[in-house]
């Protein structure tokens, strides 16, 4: 045969597959081409592209990042007033911004996070205005260059989760608020050392090889798998390829009307609040952390829309791996259903890290459900051939048998520590979920939030058994996850989170057991499992999540927290139809200290903190809450 080395060994199909990813890495040339008349060839930011431009040692590499190379100099700035800039951007230059700003293209084409954004080609339209979100909590995302010339105008935007007054985790994530931007909403940040807030600042890196695999896969494919270990990069590949096929991939590719978003993650869930599986459909490029999405607002003003969720506990897998099956089956059978209205729409479909590293054999089967016509698969590709041989024979296997196109890419995970845990990013998610209000009807659509704590809101009282004077309003309280007895129900609802989930099923009653103090209706344990068995995702989805915010049990009535955004759909649901499930998310803790901070911030100081809440120095002075604790099984 031509071009065939006679004296070759042949090659496995793990060696195949790491050549694949190889000879992606080299087709970058012509990556993320511009939507004007006249696109451009050019390669997008790398790992190399941020090296610390010094001779010192390696270690401070790690700890001082370039994070753009753009300068902010006469030449390259066009015109600026005290909350506006507009910059000027050569091909292939990168801008990066620390904070939140609205931006316009006014000349030429960039790429910001996998979206190809370029001029109007018309010049009556209006200009697309898109914002963006660059926290420090997150890698700053850059702005880089398509054209010869580019122009980009931003524009300072208000802050978009002003919650510094009631919790911590939001200072100083923003713009740095000194220097010559003090006036705007976002802070120009060269590299680490120069944030004047000293906060560690990463820039958010791109593997040459993800944006060979970005442009085939967006190119070619309308559903996709994206699969790996824990902290790979699966989620950050995933918005990128959304972004992509949003905005276009090319002269002679147009922008998909939306996406598909199937998100099988209930940890760090894109769309929806952790505990959940979802599926979405995304109309709106994706330049910014989850706290600061609007897609779960219900509305008609937000382009994102929340198709269908379950709920899903995420502090264990064991006993529920076919319970995350069928809902995964469900969510996919969703898809299909609204796939058929309109198939040029693509399928993008994330999976936990847990799924390739602990569940295989179930990762398998979500392979053979969603049958993708691409297989992304994120791996370390330096490490030995034989570090996972099985694993990687099997999914070449797979992917031969079904016919899917595999390709295995580097892993890209962090470059450092970041500013918040990932706990504290999903505390800062549901924050956010449980305090917006909406958004400001104007063209530059603003969120809008209540900033005071929650126990400022008016509760919503729910009878959770008949009375002489009130209706029952839900069936009861489901939990999963974890075995909780009877008699520490209240104690273990009482300020936790619920999803409010809407089932169809008419047997959903024959399982209730009732507390015998406090007469509150849970779902009992099945005797072959011994765990509470999940409704079933066929007839059920989750309505909205709700915070717990006591119980009445005199009068048999719970008071529930939930966004103004949300209370509308309560008056659809059906009681008989309705249940709370619990143990799904982490601990609100949140919630608890937000009337503390909010006392602090008005300078009362620790005078009126409340009943749950104390200081340090006193938590310290308690030394019986230092001590070990033994904790005896339960038995029945």
């Not at 897609?295 to 319970?323: C, G, Q, W």
């Not at 499992?529 to 409704?535: D, K, R, T």
Request: some cysteine; overall charge negative.
């Amino acid at each position: 045969m031509e071009g065939t080395n006679p004296g070759a060994r042949p090659i496995s199909a793990i060696a195949a597959a790491k050549l694949r990813a190889r000879e992606l890495t080299d087709q970058v040339s012509q990556v993320d081409g511009a939507q004007n008349e006249a696109p451009s060839s050019y390669s997008e930011a790398t790992a190399s592209d941020y090296e610390e431009e010094s001779d010192e040692d390696v270690t401070e590499v790690f700890t001082n990042f370039q994070l753009c190379n753009w300068r902010y100099e006469n030449t390259n700035v066009i015109s600026e007033s005290g909350d506006e800039l507009t910059i000027s951007l050569n091909k292939n230059k990168t801008a990066s911004f620390v904070g939140c700003y609205d931006f316009v293209v006014l000349k030429g084409a960039i790429n910001v996070n996998g979206a190809n954004i370029a001029r109007n080609p018309g010049k009556s339209e209006t200009p697309n205005v898109h914002r963006a979100y660059a926290p420090s909590t997150h890698p700053i995302m850059t702005i880089r260059g398509l054209d010869h010339e580019n122009w980009i105008h931003l524009l300072s935007c208000k802050e978009p989760v002003p919650f510094v007054n009631i919790s911590p985790l939001f200072t100083n994530i923003w713009a740095s608020n000194s220097g010559a931007n003090s006036a705007k909403s976002f802070s120009f940040i060269p590299q680490t050392t120069q944030d004047p807030l000293s906060r560690p600042l990463t820039p958010l890196l791109t593997p040459s090889a993800w944006l060979a695999c970005t442009e085939e896969t967006a190119t070619t494919s309308l559903k996709v798998l994206v699969i790996g270990a824990p902290i790979t990069g699966k989620s950050s590949f995933a918005r990128r390829l959304l972004n992509r096929y949003i905005t276009g991939f090319g002269k002679n590719s147009k922008p998909r009307d939306g996406v598909y978003y199937l998100d099988l993650d209930p940890c760090n869930s894109e769309y929806v609040l952790h505990g959940q599986v979802s599926l979405a459909l995304v109309r709106e490029v994706n330049l910014g952390p989850t706290f600061t999405h609007l897609s779960a607002v219900p509305s008609k003003e937000v382009k994102n829309k929340l198709i269908r969720a379950h709920s899903f506990p995420i502090k264990t897998m064991d006993d529920y791996r076919e319970y995350f099956y069928s809902c995964a089956s469900d969510l996919y059978q969703t898809y299909l259903n609204h796939h058929y209205r309109n198939s040029s729409i693509p399928l993008v479909v994330n999976t936990p890290g847990w799924l390739f590293s602990s569940e295989f054999p179930l990762l398998q089967r979500i392979i053979s459900l969603v049958k993708p016509q691409r297989l992304i698969h994120l791996d370390n590709l330096h490490a030995p051939y034989d570090a996972q041989p099985s694993i990687l024979e099997t999914l070449t296997t797979i992917a031969a048998h079904q016919n899917i196109s595999y390709n295995q890419i580097p892993a890209q995970g962090p470059l450092a520590l970041s500013m918040r845990s990932e706990t504290e990013l999903r505390s800062m998610q549901m924050q956010a979920y449980f305090h917006t209000t909406g958004s400001t009807k104007s063209e530059r659509r603003t969120p809008t939030y209540n900033l005071k704590p929650l126990s400022h809101m008016v509760p919503w009282e729910l009878c959770y058994e008949g009375t002489s004077t009130a209706y029952q309003s839900f069936v009861g309280f489901m939990i999963l996850g974890e075995q909780v007895a009877p008699s520490a129900l209240l104690g273990f609802l009482n300020g936790s989170l619920v999803h409010i989930v809407s089932s169809s099923s008419v047997d959903i009653q024959n399982s209730i057991q009732w507390t015998k103090a406090s007469r509150i209706p849970y779902f009992e344990e099945d005797k072959k499992s011994g765990i509470v068995q999940p409704l079933d995702p066929q007839t059920s989805s989750v309505v909205c999540t709700a915070l717990v915010r006591s119980f009445d049990p005199p009068h048999r009535t719970v008071q529930i927290i939930m966004p103004k955004t949300h209370e509308h759909l309560m008056y659809t649901l059906k009681p008989e139809h309705t249940v709370f499930v619990a143990g799904c998310c982490e601990n609100p803790t949140w919630a608890f200290t937000e009337d503390a901070y909010y006392a602090e911030s008005e300078g009362k100081g620790h005078d009126v903190l409340p009943p749950w809440v104390e200081t340090a120095e006193k938590i310290g002075e308690m030394g019986y809450l230092n001590t070990i604790r033994r904790v005896r099984k339960f038995h029945q």
